[in-house]
Every structure is written in structure tokens, then in C-alpha cells.
């Protein structure tokens, strides 16, 4: 899918093996960085964004952190595990057999889990760099993350802009940060070179950072895997499935994995904006007519999140709150 080319000047694209990646330079007019994000997550759920404001020294404490904690031997990596819920884990990802190359950190964004992460992560010796760190890439990509959401909900005509961006704002947000290390994979012996399994976020919207290796493809059909080249001084955001179900489809939420460099390591962070577990999602009304009725029940966000967590990675998890057209609309 090729978008077309007499967009606005402030829309680029990234030339990838002939698909274009849409690529949103923050510091260009507001209003059409609004009409540029709404467009590109309709078409692709997905978009690269420039000049996006999270300061470059604290991206580069994270890195310093994860590469500190990463280097350690197995056995004190392994002290800092499993992640269950939160901690380090290695080849196994959630509970339901996935598995992939990678290392990686698992912390729920709030002041419990962040403090004892750090204590386990720094052997209890100095959780003071690692928590200084985390607390400030988080605070600084929670504002980029609003943002983006207003942005979004303005490019789409909302009349309140603030209809997503509340629920990843209020005091009790269920946000998550995840370290990814993937090691380079080994040709010899002929190892598996998916490091992240094909899947969506269950969440509203993710805001990944990566180093400068690539390895993150997204896939717009089945099958057909697009690759993202790496850019360290960016971050690249993807629709949840929790985004699409509120825009009754408009909005992708987008499918994605990652694979392993054959020569280098590559590291990312991912931030996942979900709403409080209580927090009740249905399809808006702005987005429901006479010929686009609603597709989804409406759940709350406990119930999709156990859902998601009981089936494999790749599972598409939205088909169990499909309505079909026996349903009766109005009791749900
Ligand atoms: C296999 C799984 C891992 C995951 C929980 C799940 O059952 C399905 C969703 C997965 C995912 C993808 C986005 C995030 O990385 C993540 C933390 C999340 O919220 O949903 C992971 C879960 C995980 O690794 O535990
Ligand atoms: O590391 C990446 O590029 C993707 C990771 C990912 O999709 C995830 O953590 O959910
Ligand atoms: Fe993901």
C-alpha cells in the first residue's frame, strides 16, 4: 500500500523494500500533524514520529541502565526474575507457551513496581540510577503519549479531544514499561531468528524506542511483512487493539513482531498506554451509523486484558467482542 504523494510537505515517508513507512514531524503546524496522525493510523495503525520532545539524556540513561543490567552474568539476571508478574525473563513471553530470542524487563508504571524492580535490577546496592531513569522516561513519554492521543482525537473530529488521552492520564492507568534485549541470532547453529513473536498490543497505544539496530516489521496484510528501519533519535507508535475497538475499526491496531539482527544486539523500549482496569471501553457514538453499525461488545478493560493474557501472542483476541448481526445492539 503506497500512500499518495501530493500530501501535505510536512507528511514524508520512509522508503522500506517499496512501502512507505508514514513518518510525523512533531514540530510542524499542529493542525496537520493532527490530520497526519489520524490519516496514517487509519491507514497503517502505525507511524514514525520526529522532533517528538523526550529528551535525548534521558533516552540515553535508559540505555545505559538496560545495558548495565543486560550485561550481567545469567545467574544475576536471573535473580531479578521470573517476570510475574514483574522482573526479568528470558525466551518465554507471557503464560501460554510463546517464546522468542529475547531478554527482557517487564515493570508496571507505578511507584511499587518501578522501586522494586530498581531493588532487583541494582542487587539492592544503588536502585537510585535505575528508578531516576525509568521515572523520567516515563513521565516524559506519558506526555508524548497524550498527546499524540489529543492530536488524534482532534484529527478525527472528536469534539472532546481529550476522549483517549483521559483514560492512559488518570492517577490509576494500567501503563507498562518493557526493556528488550534481543541478541544477535547464531547462522551456525541455526537458532530462531523471531525474537518477538507476530502479535497486537492489547493496550490504546504503544510508543516504542529502539537503538540504532532494526528488527521491528509491521504487517498491513496477511503475510506481508514490512521492515522498519531503526531510528535511534525517533519513536515509533502503534494502535492498540483497545483504539480500534473505540473507533469501531476506523483506527488499525497493527500487527507487528520483531527479529533478530544477524550481527548486533538490538534494545527497545516499549511504553503500553492501557486505561484503569475498571475502565469501561465501548465503540463511541461518533463513530456508529445506520451503514457502520457497531462491531464490538462492550467490555471493560479487566476483562479484555484477562482475555488477551489467556491466549498465545499471535491469537487475534478481538474476534470474542465481535457483535454479530443476531446480536442485539442496544443490550450491550
Ligand atoms: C503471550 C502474551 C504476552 C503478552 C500477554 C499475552 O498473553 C498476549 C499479549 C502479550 C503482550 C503484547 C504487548 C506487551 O508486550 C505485553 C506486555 C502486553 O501487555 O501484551 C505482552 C504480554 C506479556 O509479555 O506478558
Ligand atoms: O522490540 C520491538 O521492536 C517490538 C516489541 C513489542 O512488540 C512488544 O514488546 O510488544
Ligand atoms: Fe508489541
Redesign the pocket.
Given at each position: 500500500m503506497v500512500l499518495a504523494t501530493s500530501s501535505p510537505a510536512i507528511l514524508k515517508f520512509e522508503k522500506n523494500q517499496e512501502i512507505q513507512i508514514p513518518v510525523i514531524d512533531f514540530s510542524a503546524e499542529r493542525s496537520e500533524v493532527c490530520k497526519q496522525i489520524s490519516k496514517a493510523c487509519e491507514e497503517y495503525g502505525f507511524f514514525k514520529v520526529i522532533n517528538h520532545g523526550v529528551s535525548e539524556d534521558f533516552i540515553k540513561k535508559m540505555e545505559d541502565e538496560s545495558l548495565k543490567f543486560f550485561g550481567k552474568s545469567a545467574l544475576e539476571k536471573q535473580a531479578a526474575g521470573p517476570a510475574i508478574p514483574w522482573g526479568y525473563g528470558r525466551k518465554n513471553i507471557g503464560f501460554n507457551g510463546d517464546t522468542g530470542e529475547i531478554e527482557?524487563l517487564l515493570l508496571s508504571v507505578n511507584p511499587v513496581s518501578i522501586s522494586q524492580v530498581s531493588q532487583v535490577v541494582s542487587n539492592a546496592t544503588d536502585p537510585i540510577h535505575f528508578s531516576s531513569a525509568v521515572n523520567d522516561y516515563v513521565e516524559a513519554v506519558k506526555k508524548l503519549a497524550c498527546n499524540i492521543l489529543e492530536m488524534m482525537a482532534e484529527g478525527l473530529g472528536m469534539t472532546d479531544s481529550s476522549v483517549f488521552s483521559r483514560l492512559i492520564r488518570a492517577d490509576d492507568s494500567d501503563l507498562l514499561l518493557?526493556f528488550?534485549h534481543?541478541p544477535p541470532y547464531d547462522h551456525h547453529l541455526n537458532t530462531n531468528s523471531i525474537?518477538?513473536g507476530e502479535?497486537t498490543?492489547p493496550q490504546i497505544l504503544?510508543i516504542?524506542r529502539?537503538n540504532c539496530v532494526s528488527?521491528?516489521q509491521i504487517s498491513i496484510e496477511d503475510g506481508v511483512w514490512i521492515p522498519v528501519t531503526s531510528d535511534p533519535s525517533a519513536c515509533?507508535v502503534?494502535v492498540g487493539d483497545l483504539l480500534q475497538v473505540m473507533t469501531n475499526g476506523r483506527l488499525m491496531s497493527v500487527r507487528?513482531?520483531?527479529v533478530n539482527d544477524p550481527s548486533k544486539s538490538?534494545l527497545?523500549f516499549?511504553y503500553?498506554s492501557g486505561p484503569p482496569l475498571h475502565a469501561k471501553i465501548t465503540v463511541l457514538p461518533e463513530f456508529i451509523t445506520l451503514d457502520k453499525p457497531s462491531l464490538y461488545k462492550h467490555f471493560t478493560w479487566a476483562d479484555f486484558k484477562k482475555t488477551a493474557y489467556s491466549l498465545r501472542l499471535k491469537e487475534n483476541r478481538l474476534k470474542f467482542y465481535e457483535l454479530s448481526s443476531n446480536d442485539d445492539q442496544h443490550e450491550y
Open positions: 527482557y518493557r528488550n534481543y525474537g518477538f502479535h498490543d504503544t516504542l529502539s528488527g521491528l515509533f502503534n507487528h513482531r520483531a538490538r527497545s516499549g503500553f
